[in-house]
């Protein structure tokens, strides 16, 4: 079945460092791919997405770009500020678009 | 616009007990699925409703079942609780099961005990 791996955390970086957080996939077809974001106490929300191969997403400074040939989706920020301090979660859906199917998610912490 | 609304926010309840969880969609949205996140872990798909009727379900038994009612708002049945049922159980709307413009609650927080 489609799985998600992604690095584990805690990711710990100084306010205005550069972020890379690894993600790979396993998925038969061409599934489209996520990153959300989870504050605390709050449920998920939608940070940026890609639907086919090169694909670049981005949003609030986050980049991430679909790579069919690694089968990765990897996160980067070029200079995170204390506000990003969330978990972040890697996702794909289904063909169909019916599910999604989330890795563990990587807890990152950012200091003044 | 309305988001997803979950009740209650925190519940706990006794192994073998029953519990049922209630999410208003948002305004506009006719699809509804459900998840569950363990602590420390990501969420995993239980199943989706899409004209009051199932429409996908995960590797989850019969005792977690739901109910999606004409206004599209879910519930999500639990019987027979298990100590491994304790988790985040997160509800997400959506048009038409467009999984791009799912909008997630709050969130359910279970505790088995």
């Known amino acids: 079945g489609d799985s998600v791996t992604q690095m584990e955390g805690p990711v710990t970086l100084s306010e205005e460092a550069f972020l890379t957080i690894n993600c790979t996939y396993t998925a038969t077809g061409y599934p489209s791919l996520f990153w959300y974001v989870q504050y605390p106490g709050e449920g998920l929300q939608l940070l940026l997405k890609a639907t086919k191969a090169d694909d670049k997403g981005s949003n609030k400074g986050f980049e991430a770009t679909y790579r069919k040939e690694t089968t990765s989706f990897h996160l980067e920020k070029g200079s995170v500020q204390v506000s990003d301090s969330a978990v972040y979660f890697c996702?794909?859906?289904?063909?169909?678009?019916?599910?999604?199917?989330f890795g563990g998610g990587t807890r990152l912490m950012v200091k003044p | 616009e309305t988001g997803v609304t979950q009740s209650p926010t925190h519940l706990i309840k006794t192994r073998g007990q029953q519990v049922t969880l209630r999410c208003s969609s948002q305004?506009?949205?006719?699809?509804v699925s459900w998840y569950q996140q363990a602590l420390g872990q990501g969420p995993q798909f239980i199943f989706q409703y899409y004209r009051e009727e199932e429409n996908g379900r995960g590797n989850f038994p019969p005792r977690f079942s739901g109910l999606q009612f004409p206004n599209y708002s879910s519930e999500l049945n639990v019987n027979a609780l298990e100590l491994d049922d304790s988790a985040l159980y997160l509800c997400a709307s959506s048009l038409t099961g467009q999984i791009y413009g799912y909008t997630f609650g709050s969130g359910t927080r279970l505790t088995v005990v």
């Open positions: 305004s506009g949205h006719n699809t």
């Open positions: 996702a794909l859906s289904d063909n169909a678009g019916n599910m999604l199917t």
